[in-house]
C-alpha cells in the first residue's frame, strides 16, 4: 500500500472517529443542556423524554416533548404551547434555527401532536418583512389535534384527530391574507372538527376530511355568518352581501393549492345549500382585480338548493333540487375579462321550484339546461304589487324549449344564434307600464347580430292590456323564421328584423273606451292577411256616449264578412313599410252616428291627402276594394227631431293606389271610384280623386244620381228642416274641385211632380197653408235636364271633416236649383201675411175700444137724452151698424 493512501485512510479513521465522539458528545449535551439552552436563548420553554440527533445528517429524533412560550404576551414570534408524542426531523437546519431563528426542515414528522400555536404578528412596520417563518417542505402529522390562533388571540384554524401527509407545506400568515391558510404539493389527510376563521364576519366548520387513494372526501361543510344581517349592515355598510353557505359532502381528486391557485378534478357537491342576504348598499367597484384562480376538471353539484334575500326580507330567489355538471370549468384572469366570469368545456343543469322576484314573481316546476338546448316546464309569471309603471305579466306557460348552434365569447362580445325557440299554451294577460325616457341601452357586450332562425308559439290564449284597454288573442298559433336582432344607429336599443312568420288566432278581441273589436279568425304572414266576420260593436248606448265625449265625435258600428290583403310588408324593424298588391273588404255594414249636442271639436282637421302624407312609413296598396256593402250616416242636432239619416246600399268601391307618398319612384295620385244604392233607391256613382304628394291638397270629387224617389230624402231633410218630399228627382249631377280652403264647381237637377210638405217644429202636424205656398212655388216639372248651375266660394270650416264641406256644396247646389229658394220664399210669403193680418187685428181692436167708450158716454147721459126721442133714434142706429155692420150709420 502507498503511503499517501495509509495516511488517507488514518485520516479519514480519524475524522470518522472525531465525527463519532462529536455526535455522541453533542447527544449528551442534547440531553443534559438544550432544555436549559432552548430555555436561555429563545422565547420557548422545552422538555422532552428522548432525544436523538445525528450531526452528519441533521435528523432528530425526540419522544415526550412539551413545549410553552416564555412570554405568552410577546406577539412578535410564534406561540406555542402542547406536547408532542414523538417529533422527527430531517435535515434540520440547526444553524438557521441558532442563528437565524428560522425553524425549517426537510421532513417533519409529529406523532400525536397536542399543541396551541399564535401566529406572530404578520409584518414589521419598519423592515415590512414577516417575523419567524416556518418552512417545512413535507409534514407529517400522526392523530394530532391542533389549534391555531391570530396574535390576537382569536382563534384562526383547529382541527381533531388529524392525520396529516403533505408535500411542500406553507403555512404564513401571508396565506391567510390570501385566503389559502394552506398551500402544498401533494396531501393525504384525515382528520374530524375543522375550524376555520378567516375574518371577522365567517367561520368555517368541516366534520370530516379524509383521503383515499388519491381522492379526498369532506363532510358536513359550513360557511357560517358570524353576524346577524341588521350587525353587518351597521358593521359593514358597504358590504353589498352575506353569505351563509352548507354542503352535506363534497368529494374530489388531486387538489392542489399553490400560491393564489385552486386546482382539482372529479369535485362532487352533495345538497349544498346557499343563503345569501342582499343590503342596500351600492356595489363598490373593485380597483384591484381579485388574484385568485380556480380550475376544475369535472364538477357536479346534486340536489342544491339557493337562497337569495331581498334587503327588505324577502326573497329575490330560490331554488330547489338543482343538479350541475361542468367539465373543465376555470376562474382565472383571461375569463375574469369576460361577460361571463368563468370558462368551461361543456355543463349540464337542471333544477326545480325555482323563484324569482322583481316587480312580479316568476315561478319554474323545473329546468334542464345545457350549451345546446334548454327546456323549462310549468312557468308562471304573476304580479306582487311593486311593479310602479312598469310593464307586468300574469302569465302560465306549459313548456318553453330551445336549441343553440352557437353560444360563445369573441372579443368579450357575446356571439349567439338560437337554431329555434319553442313555447306552448301560453296564458295570462301582458299589461303594458307606463312609457318613460330611459338611458341608451349599453349594448357593447354583444356581437351582432344576434341570430333566432325560429320561433313557435302553440295553443295559446293571450291578453295585452294598455292604458285599460285589453287586446285578447284567443288560441294564438305562430310561426316566426329568420329573426335578426341589431343594434339601432343611435344605440337606444335593439333593432329587429324578421323574414317571415305566419301568425292565426280565433275569436280575437280588442277592448278600447267605447269599442269591442271582434274577430273570428285571423291569420297573418308576411304577404297575406286574412280577417273573418269583423265586428266593431259600441260598449254604450248614444245616448251615454253623448254624454261621455267633451266635443263632437263619431260612433261607429262595424261589421264585416272578411277582410283580405295580398302583398308584402315589414311590421318589425326600424324601416317599416306595407306594399299590398291588393286589399279587398267583403260584405261590410257600417253605421256612423254623429251628434251635434256636444260642442264642436276645436282642432282643425287635415284633408285626406294630408292625413296619408302624415303616415310615416312608406304605404302603397296598388287596388283596395270595398263590395257588397252598406254604409248609414246618422245625424242628430239640438233642432232636430231624431236623427237624420243618409243610406249607401249595394256599396262598392274601388280606390287605385293608395299611398303615403314615401316611396321614391312610386305614383302618388289616389283614384277613387264609388258605385251605390243611394238611400236604398237610387243609383249613385262618384269619382274622387286626389295627388298625396301636392302640398296644396288639392282634390276633385263628381258624381250622378238618377232616379231617385223624393220620399227617400226625407229620413234626412225632415228633422233639419221639418220638410217632406215627394216626386222624383230624374237625375243629379255634382262636380266640385276644392282644397283645404273650401270648394267651387257645378250642379245641375232634373225632377218631376215634385211635392212639399212643411211640418210644425215636432214634425207631426201638416202647415197647410205654408204647404199650399211652397208648392205654388214649386215648379213641379224640371222637363229637361236644365243648365248647370254653379257652386261658387263654399268655404270649408277648418274644424270640420272635408264631408262637412262636400255636402254644403249639394247644399248651396239644391238651394240654386229648387228646394231650399222656394220654401224661403214661401216662408217668406207666409211670415209677411202673417204680419198684415197682425196689423189689421189691431186696427179692429182700437175701434171695439173706441166704441166702448162712446156707449159709457151715452148711457151716462141717457136720462138727459130722452126728451128727444128722434135723437135718440138716430144714435142707436148709428152704434148698431158699428157693431153689427149691417147698417150703415147716418152721419151729418
Keep these: 500500500m502507498r503511503k499517501w493512501v495509509k495516511k488517507l485512510m488514518i485520516s479519514l479513521g480519524i475524522l470518522l472517529v472525531i465525527i463519532l465522539l462529536a455526535n455522541f458528545g453533542l447527544n449528551i449535551w442534547l440531553k443534559t443542556q438544550l432544555p436549559k439552552y432552548i430555555k436561555n436563548n429563545t422565547d420557548y420553554k422545552v422538555s422532552y423524554k428522548l432525544l436523538e440527533v445525528d450531526l452528519m445528517s441533521g435528523n432528530i429524533l425526540s419522544a415526550g416533548i412539551t413545549v410553552n412560550g416564555k412570554n405568552p404576551q410577546n406577539i412578535n414570534i410564534i406561540g406555542l404551547q402542547g406536547t408532542i408524542d414523538t417529533l422527527k426531523i430531517t435535515r ?27 401566529l406572530a404578528k404578520p409584518v414589521d412596520a419598519k423592515t415590512g418583512k414577516k417575523k419567524n417563518p416556518v418552512r417545512f417542505e413535507n409534514i407529517r402529522i400522526n392523530e394530532g389535534n391542533i389549534s391555531v390562533f391570530r396574535y390576537t388571540k382569536q382563534k384562526f384554524f383547529s382541527v381533531q384527530d388529524l392525520n396529516l401527509y403533505v408535500e411542500n407545506l406553507q403555512m404564513t400568515e401571508e396565506s391567510v391574507e390570501d385566503k389559502l391558510p394552506v398551500i402544498f404539493d401533494k396531501y393525504d389527510i384525515k382528520g374530524k372538527n375543522f375550524f376555520i376563521r378567516p375574518d371577522n364576519v365567517y367561520s368555517l366548520i368541516i366534520s370530516a376530511i379524509k383521503t383515499s387513494n388519491g381522492r379526498m372526501s369532506i363532510d358536513n361543510f359550513q360557511l357560517i355568518p358570524l353576524l346577524s344581517i341588521d350587525q353587518f349592515k351597521k358593521l359593514y355598510p358597504k358590504k353589498t352581501k352575506l353569505f351563509r353557505f352548507a354542503i352535506q359532502k363534497m368529494e374530489f381528486t388531486d387538489i392542489v393549492l399553490k400560491k393564489n391557485n385552486v386546482s382539482l378534478s372529479n369535485a362532487t357537491f352533495y345538497n349544498p345549500n346557499l343563503l345569501v342576504y342582499t343590503t342596500d348598499a351600492t356595489q363598490v367597484k373593485v380597483k384591484k382585480p381579485v388574484n385568485f384562480e380556480l380550475n376544475l376538471e369535472d364538477v357536479k353539484l346534486n340536489n342544491a338548493t339557493v337562497q337569495v334575500m331581498k334587503p327588505d326580507g324577502n326573497k329575490l330567489l330560490y331554488a330547489e333540487n338543482l343538479n350541475l355538471n361542468v367539465k373543465q370549468l376555470r376562474f382565472d384572469k383571461e375569463t375574469r375579462q369576460e361577460i361571463i366570469p368563468v370558462g368551461y368545456k361543456d355543463f349540464q343543469f337542471s333544477g326545480n321550484d325555482i323563484f324569482y322576484s322583481n316587480h312580479q314573481n316568476f315561478n319554474i316546476r323545473s329546468v334542464t339546461l345545457n350549451p345546446k338546448k334548454g327546456e323549462l316546464r310549468n312557468i308562471s309569471v304573476v304580479p306582487n304589487g311593486s311593479a310602479n309603471g ?74 295585452y292590456d294598455k292604458g285599460n284597454q285589453p287586446m285578447t288573442f284567443n288560441d294564438l298559433n305562430a310561426t316566426v323564421n329568420d329573426i335578426q336582432l341589431t343594434s339601432k344607429s343611435d344605440n337606444s336599443g335593439m333593432a329587429v328584423d324578421v323574414k317571415n312568420y305566419v301568425i292565426t288566432t280565433k275569436n ?11 274577430v273570428g279568425l285571423l291569420r297573418l304572414t308576411n304577404n297575406n292577411v286574412q280577417i273573418n266576420n269583423f265586428a266593431m260593436k259600441p260598449l254604450v248606448s248614444r245616448a251615454q256616449f253623448i254624454k261621455m265625449i267633451p266635443v263632437e265625435r263619431d260612433l261607429y258600428d262595424i261589421k264585416a264578412n272578411q277582410i283580405t290583403a295580398v302583398g308584402t310588408w315589414d311590421l318589425f324593424s326600424d324601416n317599416k313599410s306595407i306594399n299590398a298588391s291588393n286589399v279587398t273588404i267583403q260584405a261590410a255594414d257600417a253605421n256612423i252616428f254623429r251628434s251635434k249636442i256636444p260642442n264642436d271639436d276645436p282642432k282643425e282637421k287635415p284633408l285626406y291627402s294630408r292625413m296619408l302624407r302624415s303616415i310615416k312609413i312608406p304605404m302603397i296598396v296598388n287596388n283596395l276594394s270595398l263590395k257588397n256593402s252598406k254604409l248609414v250616416y246618422e245625424e242628430d242636432t239640438p233642432e232636430s227631431v231624431g236623427p237624420g239619416k243618409l243610406i249607401f246600399g249595394n256599396f262598392n268601391m274601388n280606390v287605385k293606389n293608395l299611398n303615403s307618398a314615401k316611396t321614391k319612384g312610386k305614383p302618388t295620385k289616389v283614384d277613387i271610384k264609388i258605385d251605390c244604392s243611394f238611400m236604398n233607391l237610387a243609383p249613385l256613382s262618384v269619382n274622387w280623386n286626389f295627388d298625396v304628394a301636392d302640398q296644396r291638397d288639392i282634390f276633385n270629387i263628381s258624381g250622378k244620381a238618377v232616379n231617385l224617389p223624393a220620399v227617400g230624402i ?19 249631377l255634382f262636380n266640385f274641385r276644392g282644397n283645404p280652403k273650401g270648394l267651387n264647381g257645378s250642379f245641375n237637377l232634373r225632377h218631376k211632380d215634385l211635392k212639399v210638405i212643411i211640418l210644425d217644429k215636432n214634425n207631426q202636424e201638416k202647415k197647410g197653408f205654408l204647404t199650399a205656398v211652397a208648392n205654388l212655388l214649386v215648379k213641379s216639372d224640371s222637363g229637361k235636364l236644365p243648365e248647370d248651375v254653379q257652386v261658387e266660394d263654399v268655404e ?25 229658394i222656394n220654401i224661403d220664399k214661401a216662408k217668406k210669403t207666409v211670415d209677411n201675411a202673417k204680419t198684415t193680418v197682425k196689423e189689421v187685428k189691431k186696427d179692429v181692436k182700437g175701434i171695439k175700444q173706441s166704441a166702448k167708450e162712446i156707449g159709457a158716454e151715452i148711457k151716462k147721459n141717457s136720462e138727459e137724452k130722452k126728451e128727444n126721442p128722434v135723437e135718440e133714434k138716430e144714435k142707436k142706429g148709428f152704434l148698431k151698424g158699428v157693431f153689427n155692420k149691417k147698417e150703415k150709420p147716418k152721419t151729418e
Design 508 to 518: 280575437f278581441a280588442y277592448k278600447t273606451q267605447f269599442y269591442n273589436m271582434a
Design 714 to 732: 226625407n229620413p234626412f231633410i225632415r228633422p233639419y228642416l221639418h220638410v217632406t218630399a215627394t216626386g222624383t228627382i230624374q237625375e243629379m
Design 390 to 463: 312598469k310593464t307586468s305579466m300574469d302569465l302560465a306557460a306549459n313548456y318553453i324549449g330551445f336549441n343553440i348552434n352557437k353560444w360563445e365569447f369573441i372579443d368579450k362580445k357575446l356571439n349567439l344564434d338560437i337554431k329555434d325557440v319553442f313555447v306552448d299554451n301560453v296564458k295570462g294577460t301582458i299589461k303594458a307600464g307606463e312609457v318613460k325616457n330611459s338611458k341608451k341601452a349599453n349594448l357593447n357586450g354583444i356581437q351582432f347580430p344576434l341570430v333566432i332562425r325560429k320561433v313557435t308559439l302553440k295553443n295559446s290564449n293571450i291578453t
Design 92 to 118: 434540520f437546519g440547526i444553524y438557521d434555527a441558532v442563528f437565524n431563528k428560522q425553524v425549517s426542515s426537510s421532513d417533519l414528522l409529529l406523532s400525536k401532536p397536542n399543541l396551541n400555536i399564535i
Design 796 to 820: 270649408r270650416d277648418p274644424t270640420k271633416s272635408f264631408f262637412n264641406m262636400f255636402w254644403k256644396g249639394i247644399e248651396q247646389g239644391l238651394k240654386k236649383t229648387l228646394i231650399g
